[in-house]
């Protein structure tokens, strides 16, 4: 169940050492960016971005695991990766 796979995240404090949090589909009775926010409880101040082109859906975009980002939801382009993720 993912809520008690956040809030086993926030036990062994991920969430302390991260800067911001990319939420994408996911099927379930709730939403997952209600899940993500009754566990985070208001207690990090770090950026969440919701996106419909990632995770359980048809319409796929590829997510670099272990590339530095930036995250500034100010802007349109919310999410800029700041190295090159393919060699």
């Known amino acids: 169940?993912?809520?008690h796979s956040l809030y086993q995240m926030k036990q062994n404090g991920v969430f302390d050492k991260?800067?911001?949090?990319?939420v994408g589909n996911y099927e379930s009775p709730i939403a997952l960016e209600k899940i993500l926010f009754d566990t985070l409880e208001n207690e990090y101040s770090f950026p969440i971005i919701k996106s419909n082109n990632f995770g359980h859906t048809d319409k796929k975009q590829v997510v670099p695991i272990g590339t530095r980002a930036r995250i500034d939801t100010s802007k349109e382009e919310k999410i800029q990766l700041l190295e090159p993720c393919v060699q």
């Open 1 to 3: 169940m993912v809520s």
């Open 18 to 22: 991260i800067k911001g949090i990319w």
